[in-house]
């Protein structure tokens, strides 16, 4: 079975540009997760999607985030503009359903904002 | 959203059991205890989830006493391998929010 795929793995921009990541979640899996993890500590949600709805999106910064799954599989989360601050591995997972059982992890983008 | 602490690292060597215990006062009826390990430049992976008194798996086993307010995550004959972030996590089963605190560092030394 295919794990969660994300890509890129990594990029470096200048704060102010923008950039998008890319996440495509295990066939089948109806809930997609993205999550930001800034050095040293635990993964935090940005937005969780249920199928191509938004199920929370409360720590998603909206002035500057967005994430769409506009057909239930792939996703896509953009920063516009990027600032320092958002130097961190951002962190894509899914799971069967809302139940929390077992989230299933990709690699994660690493960005770096100079 | 039940709050937990954990330690933030713990040393041991190979072939010896690690214990990690994760504080969460007040956890609700509804929440399970869900424990997620993760290395360096990967996502976490889950290992084991409980509700009460113990569960066991092929990786590791969960100890939940009977008030629910701590749990333990045993790793029998650890190798070096099993240096990773572990985290312990508390929630329901629903639409509820899984919160991440910082984890153990595990270090497995020789």
């Known amino acids: 079975e295919a794990g969660v795929a994300q890509s890129p793995r990594y990029k470096i921009i200048e704060k102010r540009q923008s950039v998008a990541f890319w996440c495509n979640p295990i066939s089948g899996h109806a809930t997609l997760y993205w999550y930001q993890q800034i050095l040293g500590q635990g993964p935090k949600l940005l937005i969780q999607f249920q199928n191509n709805g938004v199920v929370d999106d409360s720590q998603l910064p909206k002035d500057r985030f967005s994430a769409e799954r506009l057909k239930g599989v792939d996703s896509t989360l953009k920063i516009q503009p990027a600032k320092l601050e958002d130097s961190a591995v951002y962190l894509c997972?899914?799971?069967?359903?809302?139940?929390?059982?077992?989230?299933?992890f990709g690699p994660g983008t690493r960005l770096l904002v100079l | 959203l039940a709050k937990t602490t954990q330690p933030i690292s713990m040393d041991s060597y190979e072939g010896q059991e690690v214990n990690i215990t994760c504080s969460h006062n007040?956890?609700?009826?509804?929440?399970?205890i869900t424990w997620y390990q993760q290395f360096p430049s990967q996502g976490p992976r889950f290992i084991i989830q409980g509700y009460k008194t113990k569960v066991t798996n092929e990786v590791a086993s969960l100890f939940i006493p009977a008030d629910r307010k701590s749990s333990t995550l045993s790793l029998p004959r650890v190798s070096l391998s099993d240096t990773a972030v572990y985290y312990c996590l508390v929630g329901d089963r629903g639409y509820s929010t899984l919160t991440f605190g910082k984890g153990t560092m595990l270090l497995v030394s020789p």
């Open positions: 007040n956890i609700a009826t509804n929440d399970y």
């Open positions: 997972a899914s799971s069967l359903s809302p139940d929390k059982e077992t989230q299933y």
